[in-house]
């Protein structure tokens, strides 16, 4: 089952990134840290792992990239948390870092989280010199001024501007805040087997808007406890969002065209992919 297998790299994952973390300082820098990574579906990880055991590798191989990629994706919510960005007092059921700690250690916990990710991509069992030098540029350009962080910035942009945006510049915003985390996830198993990463990069990119347009419907119709964080900010703000300029319908007929696009992807890896095209379909059935 889809789930089971979600949990279990999750796991895998929690525990390499406990490994890192084990035997630093006793401060609250480091519990804030280690806070910040528990809980969370785990799905940029697994993305790795699971793209490193299609191509043939297993999944101990991969697992560095898989932690990296989560402690980043760790620090971008302790940040996107913060007052002065998104302003958010819960995060996966508990209170968000600054709630729970403070500002200041927020924004170090974030900025030591970031540097972990790269840290972890030093790690000689994801390759050669080479191999390690690929991941981190990769890393460093999906979550930099190119990618994710282009993204909130442009987020915060139309916030400030309180005009809405066109499905277009949404559509280009997510692909940088939500969606360049899963290419370079998906992409990450391939980077390590020395593939082909593009038919990856195919499938991620649809499947990283899929995502984020069933985050849309969520806060429209989802249940605050099952999402563990708050519902509903987006339309009180007055933000434009898939659902605000699609509809409930046409968001969700969107979001099922993107996942037949990116199984549609996998054809190159046949019956090897369908975990993979499992994990498409889980990213709008979820619940939470």
């Given at each position: 089952?889809?789930?089971?297998a979600l949990a279990e790299d ?16 006793d401060?609250?820098l480091?519990?804030?840290?280690r ?6 579906k ?13 191509l043939?590798?297993a999944?101990?191989?991969?697992l ?8 980043l ?6 940040h ?19 709630v ?29 010199a080479?191999v ?5 540029a990769?890393?460093a350009q999906?979550s930099g001024a ?5 993204g ?9 501007a309180?005009v809405p ?11 940088g805040k939500t ?18 990463p593009?038919p990856?990069r195919a ?17 429209e ?14 339309a009180?703000a007055g ?9 409930l ?11 037949d696009e990116?199984?549609?992807?996998l ?5 090897a992919?369908d ?12 619940e939470?």
């Amino acid at each position: 089952m889809f789930v089971t297998a979600l949990a279990e790299d999750a796991a895998q994952v929690q525990a390499r990134l406990e490994a890192a973390l084990a035997g630093r300082a006793d401060l609250p820098l480091i519990h804030a840290m280690r806070y910040a990574v528990k809980g969370g579906k785990g799905l940029r990880g697994f993305l790795v792992l699971e793209g490193a055991r299609m191509l043939g590798l297993a999944a101990d191989r991969a697992l560095p990239a898989a932690a990296a990629v989560e402690a980043l994706h760790a620090y971008s919510l302790v940040h996107d948390d913060l007052p002065a960005m998104d302003d958010d007092d819960l995060r996966r059921g508990q209170p968000t870092v600054h709630v729970k700690w403070n500002e200041a250690t927020a924004i170090l916990a974030g900025d030591a989280l970031q540097a972990l990710a790269f840290e972890l991509l030093t790690d000689p069992v994801l390759g050669p010199a080479e191999v390690r030098v690929a991941l981190l540029a990769g890393l460093a350009q999906a979550s930099g001024a190119e990618g994710m962080v282009l993204g909130q910035a442009l987020d915060m942009a139309a916030a400030d501007a309180a005009v809405p945006l066109t499905l277009a510049q949404i559509t280009a915003l997510q692909a940088g805040k939500t969606g360049a985390l899963f290419r370079w996830a998906a992409e990450a198993g391939a980077v390590i087997a020395g593939a082909d990463p593009a038919p990856l990069r195919a499938y991620a990119t649809a499947l990283g808007l899929a995502f984020q347009i069933a985050d849309d419907i969520l806060d429209e119709t989802g249940d605050a406890g099952k999402a563990g964080k708050r519902l509903h900010k987006d339309a009180a703000a007055g933000k434009a969002t898939f659902v605000s300029l699609l509809g409930l319908d046409g968001a969700r007929a969107r979001a099922k065209v993107l996942v037949d696009e990116a199984e549609a992807a996998l054809q190159p890896y046949g019956a090897a992919a369908d975990t993979l095209r499992h994990c498409a379909r889980f990213v709008i059935a979820r619940e939470m």
